[in-house]
Nanobody, 131 residues
Framework: QVQLVESGGGLVQAGDSLRLSCAAS????????????MGWFRQDPGKEREFVAA????????HLADSVKGRFTISRDNAKNTVYLQMNSLKPEDTAVYYC????????????????????WGQGTQVTVSS
């Protein structure tokens, strides 16, 4: 069974940092994680799911939403089947449930920034930033 499991969320104060992890397991993920472009999205209740960050299959290319540029970094470790989201200088408006996602059809160098293109999704991890 293919699974994406996020971890690392929590309650922090404005200005703090968190690192989210997303571990992929099961099915083809175990052997072919490097064939998937990966991304992070977030969603606040009552709002649409919002793109945060994406990384290419090799990790060589990435893209961040304007709202998080300069504060967040996405990376991946294909040997560990894991993608990370380093979040620094957190703001209350970063509060949301954060989801990771995998795109099986991305080309080697491309990043995927639209939710419908992703095939697999994790269950999400809550990030709450207090002011």
């Amino acid at each position: 069974q293919v699974q994406l499991v996020e971890s690392g969320g929590g309650l922090v104060q404005a200005g703090d940092s968190l690192r989210l992890s997303c571990a992929a397991s099961g099915g083809t993920f175990s052997r072919t994680f490097s064939r998937y472009a990966m991304g992070w999205f977030r969603q606040d209740p009552g709002k649409e799911r919002e793109f945060v960050a994406a990384v290419s299959r090799s990790g060589g290319n990435s893209h961040l939403a304007d709202s998080v540029k300069g504060r967040f970094t996405i990376s991946r470790d294909n040997a560990k089947n894991t993608v990370y989201l380093q979040m620094n200088s957190l703001k209350p408006e970063d509060t949301a449930v954060y989801y990771c996602a995998a795109d099986s059809r991305a080309s080697f160098f491309s990043v995927t920034i639209t939710a419908p293109e992703y095939d697999y999704w994790g269950q999400g991890t809550q990030v709450t930033v207090s002011s």
